[in-house]
């Protein structure tokens, strides 16, 4: 059974840093992009990052760069997001995502290019 299960999740104070897990099983891993979206009460899911299948590319929305990094460990099927610099805007349900093309070179920004979701995890920050 293809699963992604994101951990990580919690209470941070604006300025602080937080570092999201997402465990992959039931697929070939080094074969899919991977991506992280987010979404806020009220609001629709947005791209936050991604990663390629090799991690030789990495894709940040406008509001997170240089704040977050996403990489991925292939040898233990995750995929991570460092979040530092946390802003209390950061609050949102965050979700992993697998890019729905073996070996694919993008579009990683558009929620249509990722066919299997993670339960998703809150992240939440206090001013």
């Known amino acids: 059974q293809e699963q992604l299960v994101e951990s990580g999740g919690g209470l941070a104070q604006a300025g602080g840093s937080l570092r999201l897990s997402c465990a992959a099983s039931?697929?070939?891993?080094?074969?899919?992009?991977m991506g992280w979206f987010r979404q806020a009460p009220g609001s629709e899911r947005r791209f936050v990052a991604a990663?390629?299948?090799?991690?030789?590319?990495?894709y940040y929305s406008d509001s997170v760069k240089g704040r977050f990094t996403v990489s991925r460990d292939n040898s233990k099927n995750m995929v991570y997001l460092q979040m530092d610099s946390l802003k209390p805007e950061d609050t949102a349900v965050y979700y992993c995502?697998?890019?729905?093309?073996?070996?694919?070179?993008?579009?990683?920004?558009?929620?249509?290019?990722?066919?299997?979701w993670g339960q998703g995890t809150q992240v939440t920050v206090n001013s």
């Open positions: 995502a697998r890019h729905n093309r073996a070996y694919g070179s993008g579009p990683f920004d558009y929620i249509s290019a990722f066919d299997l």
């Open positions: 039931g697929y070939t891993f080094v074969m899919y992009g």
């Open positions: 990663i390629n299948w090799s991690g030789g590319s990495t």
